[in-house]
């Protein structure tokens, strides 16, 4: 969740962002006809942890995918020295040369950022950031690359370099032209979709409408086929206390959410709902639902970073993926922000990073396998 996350919890968006030269020609592959799939991964806001997990994660990246980072090779060599990592940078010319050699790492080098000043807001880091996720962008959609896994990027200094979206998941939205879409959570044994992310509690609680409750359904249940799960079964959980009691705790689960899961089931999806809230997590984390579909962020966060974080002997830890369903390009991100209190100090965790890429991996191949198309 590099959207949703504070800055400290990594431990363990024109000219200049990315646009090819002119007249310049994009190879072309076919999914993952080359056995692994090749999966972007863009580097986050420069002065965060995200350089330096993609070099600690590397050698454990490459089990699943060929890599190929989207960012500046300075601030990766950068990353190394501060990690001690014995692995060399190379640049390259297009995302068909991405590797799966654990000790090269690939970068299609952007050239954004000339200096790297840990912990620090800034424009042009903003701009950096949001170069690396557009240039990822166009190489998913004209089928370069299998799959997209981001590094965090810094809400703040992308609003100084005039982003549109709060975080990742509007300007992948926006840029591929996808309407309905929701951000999914994954922490063993739990997964989570949301209805609504980014807003206020009131607003949220507006929100939940019975259209846009069957539409999260239906992408919950695509994506959990991308994820292997051939007959998933989706619990959706009430807003109000005990999915409102029959009316006497509010009246959104009975006139929203109850006709939304009748029409899933009408259209052939496992669905039960609503359950109320404060059991229903419990019963999917013990494997009796595949997902939960949870009405508003905190509703699904919490569980999800409940289980996330370990304080272990070797310090804080965190894991998990935010996977944006709904799009016709599969993106993964680690379940951190850019924890600009540690950046440079070559102790975040890896651990996110390398779950989001195996996860990358696997829906792009099932999407391959399957003969998926957007279309």
Known sequence: MSDERGERDGREETEGRGEPPDGAKR?????????????????????GIGAEVIVTAYPDL???????????RSVLDTAREVCHADTEVRSVEAA????????????????????????????????????????????????????????????????????????????????????????MLIEDPLRVTHVSTHVPLGEAIELIESERVASVIAV????????????????????????????LLGDEDDAEIAPAV???????????????????????????????????????????KTLGFDEGDRGSEVSGVN???????????????????????????SRSLVDAVRIAAEAARRRSDSGWSPD
């Open 262 to 304: 009748r029409e899933s089931q009408e259209r052939g999806i496992d669905a039960e709902g609503p359950i109320p809230p404060d059991t229903v997590y419990v019963r999917a984390a013990s494997g009796e639902f595949d997902c939960v579909v949870s009405m508003y962020h905190d509703q699904g966060h919490i569980p999800i």
């Open 220 to 247: 919950t249940d695509e994506a959990l086929r991308d994820l292997g799960i051939s007959e998933p079964t989706i619990a959706v959980a009430g807003l109000n206390p005990h999915a409102g009691e029959d009316g």
């Open 96 to 183: 068909a040369d991405a590797s799966d050699d654990p000790d090269s790492i690939a970068v299609l080098d952007l050239d954004n950022v000339s200096e790297v000043v840990y912990g620090e807001v800034r424009e042009a880091y903003g701009d950096a950031s949001l170069a690396y996720v557009e240039r990822a962008i166009e190489l998913a959609t004209d089928d370069e690359i299998d799959a997209i896994t981001t590094a965090p990027i810094n809400k703040a200094a992308t609003e100084l370099a005039g982003a549109d979206h709060a975080g990742h998941t509007g300007l992948l939205a926006e840029r591929t032209g996808t309407e309905e879409y929701s951000m």
């Open 323 to 349: 996977m944006t369903i709904g799009l016709p390009i599969v993106r993964t991100s680690v379940d951190h922000g850019t924890a600009f209190d540690i950046a440079g100090e070559g102790v975040a965790s």
């Open 27 to 47: 190879p072309k592959r076919s999914d993952c006809e080359e056995g692994k799939p090749i999966v972007g991964v863009t580097m986050g806001d420069p002065a």
């Open 62 to 72: 490459v089990a699943d995918a060929r890599i190929v980072v989207i960012g500046d």
